[in-house]
């Protein structure tokens, strides 16, 4: 399994049109074969920050959903300033 986990630092002002513009990639992540969860959501303290976390069966899926084309009518989304995310690969699972 894998997480991906981190942060996206967006212009001010402008990070929940970058939200709105991401919604339709989450739609097609969470459609994606291997697609164990897809979030991309506001930092409730940082204004120019969006969290993300993704989990993924394996690499190979994460891969095919990442090369896909979003196609013609995709949102372009509002630059992104800098980003801080990390891929963890998790060898086992189990109760909090």
Do not use: H, N
């Not at 399994?1 to 739609?27: C, F, K, N, Q």
């Not at 992540?29 to 940082?46: K, T």
Request: glycine letters at 8%; proline letters at 9%; charged letters at 25%.
């Amino acid at each position: 399994m894998l997480i991906v986990a981190g942060y996206l630092e967006v212009s001010p002002g402008v990070r929940d049109a970058y939200l709105v513009a991401a919604a339709e990639a989450t739609r097609r992540a969470r459609d994606a074969p291997g697609c164990l969860e897809f979030v991309q959501a506001a930092d409730p303290l940082v204004a120019d920050r969006v969290v993300v976390y993704e989990r993924w069966v394996s690499e190979e899926q994460l891969l095919a959903f990442r090369s896909t084309d979003p196609g013609p009518t995709a949102t372009p989304l509002p630059d992104i300033r800098g980003a801080k995310i990390i891929r963890y690969e998790i060898s086992g699972v189990g109760p909090p």
